[in-house]
């Protein structure tokens, strides 16, 4: 009987791994569609097409999955989606942006009003918190790319505002107008970084108690798990023990 209960505690497991990864693919396929869409269908013209694509290798998306993606971008049956931002406050008064790619403004809305509201936090007038924020430009890399003083270098020659290297690899972060160059220039000598993105950076972050980080965390969770939802950036910090909790 115990291990009947283990296998089926294994089998609950990997479905609702399959689930996550299916979720995540055809958010990862929207925004190379919406990419493709935008602009032209040939990544190495189109900035945002080669960054979606590049996150989607990341996360071992089959190459069929991105290529029948940006095809879709061209066929009489695509969907129109919009691109919104929303703003708002999380409980401990954390300021949380969510950008979205939807079809219908109205239910993404509600849905994402329902979350703010749930974890005890309110959806604010867009704006009101991005200025809390800086949009930029973040290319990364693995560690085993180059030497935190070879990246270093290299990144500020290119243009780069600042380089962060950890165990877990190089960040690269620029200016808007200075992502694709930089991308660009660190490409030719490091090779394919495993993600170049345009990303919201706080400014300054807020400590908060593990009780309102549970909270957060839910909330953002909720998030994205939402379908239309692509992106969630907040400003706060919590403890080691409680992500350990929240992602065991």
Do not use: C
């Not at 560690?143 to 600042?162: N, P, R, V, W």
Request: hydrophobic share 40%; glycine share 6%; net charge negative.
């Amino acid at each position: 009987m115990a291990g009947h209960s283990q296998f089926k505690n294994i089998m609950h497991k990997k479905g609702k791994q399959d689930a996550i990864r299916s979720k995540l693919f055809s958010k990862l396929a929207r925004e190379i569609t919406v990419a493709a869409k935008l602009g032209l269908p040939d990544p190495s013209m189109n900035a945002r097409l080669r960054s979606a694509i590049l996150e989607a290798r990341a996360e071992n998306m089959p190459k069929d999955n991105i290529e029948r993606a940006i095809k879709k971008a061209s066929g009489a049956d695509s969907e129109n989606y919009e691109e919104v931002r929303y703003e708002g406050y999380a409980p401990g008064g954390v300021a949380v942006i969510v950008e979205a790619l939807t079809d219908n403004r109205n239910r993404t809305a509600g849905e994402v009003r329902s979350y703010f509201t749930k974890a005890g936090g309110t959806l604010a007038e867009t704006g009101a918190v991005s200025f809390m924020f800086d949009h930029i430009g973040l290319i990364e890399y693995d560690a085993k790319a180059a030497s935190e003083d070879q990246m270093l270098e290299a990144a500020i020659d290119a243009g780069a505002e600042d380089v962060v290297s950890t165990a877990d690899g190089h960040e690269i972060m620029t200016e808007l107008e200075m992502l694709r160059d930089v991308a660009q220039a660190l490409e030719s000598k490091f090779g394919e970084p495993r993600k170049v993105a345009i990303i919201w950076k706080p400014q300054t972050s807020v400590s908060v108690d593990d009780e309102a980080g549970e909270k957060i965390l839910r909330l953002i969770n909720s998030l994205e798990d939402n379908d239309d939802v692509q992106n969630v950036y907040a400003n706060f910090e919590v403890s080691d023990a409680l992500l350990a909790k929240m992602s065991a």
